[in-house]
């Protein structure tokens, strides 16, 4: 079973939720898939043994076949090709790999070659994986294509989406069984979710909302919710116990059983709602 | 007038609580909020759309169907799995490539300008607020952004000030948002990952050559963290202006649509705020 | 000699504009006389690659030279294969850039500033 955790805006609590839901299970995998800033390993601490380039293919040109037409310059919806007395130049780094280029060009001048644009990297068992894009790098969905390929060996897989509800999100959830978005009960922690939200019903996909940092149960979100019929999973309590922990890069079930149980039990609510 | 802008490495680090408070204090300022994918400025601040402007700032492939012979060849070329077998395009994985064209036997295929998000002008009393949001699934935060801060420019005259509610992260959204401000400040928490987080946004404002100040949020959480974070300020020669401890009392504020200045029980952040404001107008 | 100036309006009273690919407008102008015009720089609502396009509208504007803030890595790569001089502008107006020019008063950059890669 594959759960992504999501949220509308950053700094709610994904990765809390992700990293102590995968640290929780058995037989489970925790893939990090915040590719611009992956930070389930300073909770995690896995050892990093195996990296894997994460490549994308990018147009060269043989000069001897170019007649410097500039049909490449105008097929290149992302202006990544100039073509200065008739020389053509290729800009790598906002290059999106459509191919747009090497179809358009009429004398078969344009051909591909593989480009590093990120890094896998997991520990031996991969029970943990990170994606990581290089700096200055566009283009984050062949990293998520990459991880999603790698993601399967396990029971559970708990995916640590990138926050927000861009494409860089729906690349990285839409094969998954259910999504828990967490937010956080205060007007903005609403607002966002409501953003969440939009997007895994446009993408048709099972959730369930996480409510970290609770202080009552009857706040808006909470309101929210059962107006909704939307499934609150679980509330984590706002405590500064909680979060002083997490600046020191402690998770909460790292340190207490009775969390432990409340993230296996999330489990158990995700699966009895999915059957 | 002076512009100022708040960022923040990641999001969720009090940025636009910070904000919120200040436009309840400061006087004869504009406001904006270019945190397009997330927005939150305008929940905290009783104001009036005046006008909702649609923006288009991305192109997608569209078929026509009538024209469509079935022949694949555009599901074939499209590396992002925007086109199903049966030739449907997924408009929240289309990147725009325009590779389908080319390949296309009946010019079925073209590109058209999609709809990304819309800005909006607001006013809250007689002071501008222009904020935006991006749609679900799109790309293009950075021209919309780039939009606001255009439409902003047409709108303010004669105001002293300019607070701008920036972008999170370190990317080109926050270039965007801080391109052309007298100064920013970032807003960052004690936390394992706070000081890397302000590290690397701070460098990106040293680079466009823009004054960067710091506000450590919670900075009580985790004194050790806040005493780096002051340690590589001070080196950097970045003042820091504001030191928030954590407290519970804001979010029960913010739940009912306070800011820490509209609440008495929070008279010692308020002073924090309205501190953090003086200093930023004496060293600017 | 024509130049091109990055500015932030269409009069030649405007200020200089430091961004390059992102500039609103280009002044073209004639350093023999004072005759002089506006274009809108196409590019600067792109999503991505604005300075390289931007680039290329300097070079089919015939300029030699450009008068700008900051130039990224990829545009500085198109002006100079177009052999387009760059010169770091002041924060003063059009007008005032181009005889700063004359007087030989502004540095010429060989060095870009980091990327920002787009707008995504």
């Known amino acids: ?275 | 007038m002076k512009q100022f802008v708040f960022i923040s490495g990641k999001g969720g680090t009090g940025k636009s609580t910070v904000v919120a408070s200040l436009a309840k204090y400061v006087n004869n300022k504009a406001l904006a909020d270019v945190d397009v994918d997330a927005p939150n400025l305008h929940i905290l601040l009783d104001h009036e759309v005046v006008e909702k402007i649609p923006f288009k700032g991305a192109k997608i492939a569209k078929i026509d169907q009538s024209k469509c012979t079935n022949c694949h060849k555009g599901y074939e070329v499209c590396r992002f799995d925007a086109i199903s077998k049966d030739d449907i395009i997924n408009p929240l994985k289309c990147e725009g490539c325009g590779a389908c064209l080319l390949v296309c036997p009946e010019n079925a295929i073209t590109l058209h300008d999609e709809l990304t998000g819309h800005v909006y002008q607001s006013k809250i009393n007689e002071e501008h607020f222009t904020h935006a949001l991006l749609a679900v699934g799109a790309e293009g935060s950075g021209k919309l952004v780039a939009e606001v801060k255009k439409k902003v420019k047409e709108l303010v005259k004669e105001e002293d000030y300019l607070l701008i509610d920036g972008s999170p992260g370190i990317g080109c959204v926050v270039i965007a948002s801080i391109t052309g401000a007298d100064a920013c400040v970032i807003v960052t928490e004690a936390t394992k990952s706070g000081l890397s987080d302000l590290q690397r946004v701070q460098q990106v404002a040293d680079h466009f050559g823009i004054k960067s100040f710091v506000c450590i949020n919670k900075y009580d959480l985790n004194i050790d963290v806040t005493k780096k974070i002051e340690e590589y300020c001070k080196n950097k020669n970045v003042s820091v202006i504001g030191k928030i401890p954590f407290e519970p009392l804001i979010v029960k504020a913010l739940q009912q649509f306070k800011t820490p200045m509209d609440d008495d029980k929070l008279g010692h952040i308020k002073s924090e705020i309205i501190s953090l404001w003086n200093q930023l107008i004496k060293e600017t | 000699m024509k130049i091109a100036i990055t500015s932030t309006g269409k009069e030649i009273t405007d200020l200089l504009e430091k961004k390059f690919g992102r500039a609103e407008f280009f002044i073209i102008a004639d350093t023999e006389n004072s005759e002089y015009k506006v274009i809108d720089n196409k590019a600067a609502m792109e999503a991505g690659g604005a300075g390289i396009q931007a680039g290329q509208t300097i070079i089919e504007e015939k300029a030699t030279a450009l008068i700008t803030g900051n130039v990224g890595p990829n545009a500085m790569k198109v002006l100079t294969s177009g052999n387009i001089a760059i010169y770091r502008g002041e924060s003063v107006s059009v007008e005032a850039n181009i005889s700063l020019f004359k007087q030989k008063k502004l540095q010429q950059i060989n060095t870009a500033v980091a990327s920002h890669f787009g707008m995504k």
């Not at chain 1, 020389?87 to 179809?103: E, P």
């Open chain 1, 1 to 275: 079973m594959k759960i992504a955790v999501l949220s509308g805006k950053g700094g709610t609590g994904k990765t809390t939720v992700s990293a102590s839901l995968a640290y929780s299970l058995h037989n489970s995998q925790y893939v990090d898939c915040d590719v611009e800033e992956p930070n389930g390993n300073i909770f995690l601490k896995a050892s990093l043994t195996e990296k894997e380039a994460v490549m994308v293919l990018n147009p060269v040109v043989n000069d001897d076949l170019c007649t410097g037409c500039g049909a490449c310059q105008q097929a290149c919806q992302f202006n990544a090709i100039a073509v200065i007395n008739k020389k053509v130049m290729i800009f790598d780094n906002i290059c999106h790999s459509c191919g747009a280029c090497k179809i358009a060009c009429p004398t078969g001048a344009i051909s591909e070659v593989p480009r590093e644009v990120g890094i896998i990297e997991s520990n031996s068992s991969h029970t943990f994986m990170h994606g990581k894009l290089n700096l200055n790098e566009p283009l984050t969905i062949p990293v998520i294509l990459q991880l999603r390929k790698k993601m399967n060996k396990y029971n559970h897989v708990i995916i640590d989406s990138a926050p927000g509800a861009s494409c860089t999100v729906v690349s990285t959830i839409e094969d998954c069984d259910y999504c828990v978005l967490v937010t956080e009960p205060t007007p903005f922690g609403l607002h966002d979710l409501k953003i969440a939200i939009d997007l895994v019903k446009q993408l048709k996909l099972p959730f369930g909302v996480v409510v970290n940092k609770a202080m009552d149960s009857d706040t808006s979100i909470q309101v929210f919710c059962k107006e909704q019929n939307i499934d609150v999973l679980m509330e984590l309590p706002y405590s500064k116990e909680i979060a002083k922990n997490y600046s020191k890069g402690i998770l909460p079930v790292q340190y207490s059983n009775h969390y432990k149980d409340e993230f296996i039990k999330l489990l158990a609510t995700i699966k009895e709602r999915t059957s």
